[in-house]
């Protein structure tokens, strides 16, 4: 028999705390029931249970969905840079301009969205899992580099569209007030989908005999699920064409933000892995390894992030998450000039991992857009809107940091990087949020308005 009281406590617990570590350590810390007792996992299958029955179908759709799809960004992440370094014997520079049509996507989100208008968040969802599951099938079996190209910008374009979708249905799927817990209770399922998809890549190359045509048609097959799955969801009210592009004076501290992530954001996704691959010589289990390794991490810290982003608000955040960008970038920079290979290898992992964490930050940006909206329906535009903005930046800061990588070593590039910390931690520093939302005098949101005309 299940006593009444104790489920209706741990289904408080569960409500917040889905991390199983920190799951445990909260129970024995409420004096609720020991993992000694016999009927321990009885109770806890029983609050479960009936936590999730109270999750609403679209929540379940939305959290099934982001597991196919975070498995499927898992297989191509962790085979895409030995992909590219076995195939076709990249230079830095030729892996550097590889970027540009990675990341020219992210510039044309705000018009494929436009152009799109007429699907609403979920159904655009759907369109980009699509577009990802083209891109996957062709990059596998590209005979040339040419090609390569071509079909990763189809790829890309299906991730970046997602992006701001991603975040949008997150928070239309929130409580009031736990907005970022939402978003890092979604982020921890993408890192435990990331962890399947890393084990998948480390034993099918070790034991299963895969080729990387394998992993491209698993990842093609994942998302194919997930576009099933988003197209199952209601539909909601779509946005005028007119709002993705608009721009708000009120907003202008937001898009800074987004620019200078997109920017450092680069820097790691390019030349992070990059560093691996070529300077330390790694096989593709390497970086498996590590993005199994960062999903165990996530799983625990991305609750405790959304949190922390509701409880300490997102100034502290992101000032802490520049901070901590300074100590990495030092760290790929320093450590292969001053230790040995051994000791530099595991300095770099270290600092890929933390890497690995401090991307998620980038949901205290979305929270802080929805918490200064004028209006509700500003906000998917504006985070299409910064997709656009930081790419712009983000595919001169790659083709930058490959000619620096060439003409100085990588290790500039990193120092780069440090540089665009220190900047995001004064931009953080300017963030304030309005206590309750922002009321702005009707003659100051009109003049918004004609400026974003």
Request: glycine share 8%; aromatic share 12%.
């Amino acid at each position: 028999m299940v006593d009444l009281e104790v489920l209706v406590k741990l289904q408080d617990i569960l409500s917040t705390t889905l991390a199983p570590t920190l799951l445990l350590a909260n129970i024995r810390e409420r004096g609720l029931v020991s993992p000694d007792n016999p009927n321990f996992w009885n109770v806890m299958i029983s609050a479960l249970t009936t936590r999730l029955e109270h999750y609403s179908r679209e929540l379940k759709i939305f959290v099934v969905a982001s597991l196919a799809l975070g498995i499927a960004y898992s297989l191509v992440d962790s085979t895409l840079n030995n992909f590219l370094n076995e195939r076709f014997a990249l230079s830095g520079f030729e892996r550097s301009f590889l970027e540009f049509p990675r990341e020219f996507p992210g510039f044309l989100v705000v018009f494929v969205s436009a152009l799109l208008w007429f699907l609403c968040s979920r159904r655009l969802g759907m369109a980009a899992m699509l577009l990802g599951v083209a891109g996957a099938l062709l990059i596998g079996f590209a005979p040339s580099y040419t090609l390569v190209v071509l079909f990763l910008f189809i790829y890309s374009l299906g991730q970046h569209v997602f992006m701001p979708v991603s975040s949008t249905i997150g928070m239309e799927l929130a409580d009031e007030g736990k907005t970022g817990q939402r978003l890092g209770q979604l982020n921890a399922v993408r890192n435990l989908a990331t962890i399947v998809g890393s084990i998948v890549v480390f034993l099918g190359f070790h034991f299963l005999g895969f080729t990387f045509q394998t992993t491209f048609v698993l990842a093609a097959v994942g998302l194919a699920v997930a576009a099933a799955l988003m197209f199952t969801m209601q539909p909601e009210k779509t946005q005028s064409p007119k709002m993705y592009l608009k721009l708000h004076r009120e907003y202008r501290l937001y898009y800074v933000l987004a620019v200078l992530y997109g920017s450092r954001k680069q820097l790691f996704i390019t030349f992070g892995p990059w560093v691996i691959v070529t300077v330390f010589r790694q096989p593709p289990q390497t970086l498996a390894t590590l993005l199994a390794l960062g999903g165990i991490i996530g799983i625990l810290f991305q609750p405790f992030l959304g949190r922390a982003i509701d409880r300490l608000g997102e100034r502290a955040v992101l000032a802490a998450e520049a901070v901590l960008l300074v100590v990495v970038c030092s760290g790929y920079g320093l450590a292969g000039s001053l230790l040995p290979e051994n000791i530099a290898f595991l300095i770099i992992c270290a600092c890929y991992l933390v890497d690995q964490m401090l991307m998620s930050v980038n949901m205290a940006r979305s929270t802080y857009m929805k918490k200064i909206a004028i209006r509700p329906e500003d906000v998917q535009p504006a985070l299409t809107a910064s997709v656009t903005l930081d790419h712009v930046f983000s595919i001169a800061v790659a083709l930058l940091g490959g000619v620096i990588w060439n003409a100085f070593g990588y290790q500039y590039v990193f120092l780069l990087g440090a540089v665009i910390a220190v900047i995001n931690f004064a931009a953080a520093l300017q963030v304030r949020i309005p206590k309750s939302g922002l009321h702005l005098p009707q003659a100051e949101i009109e003049s918004s308005l004609a400026i974003s005309k």
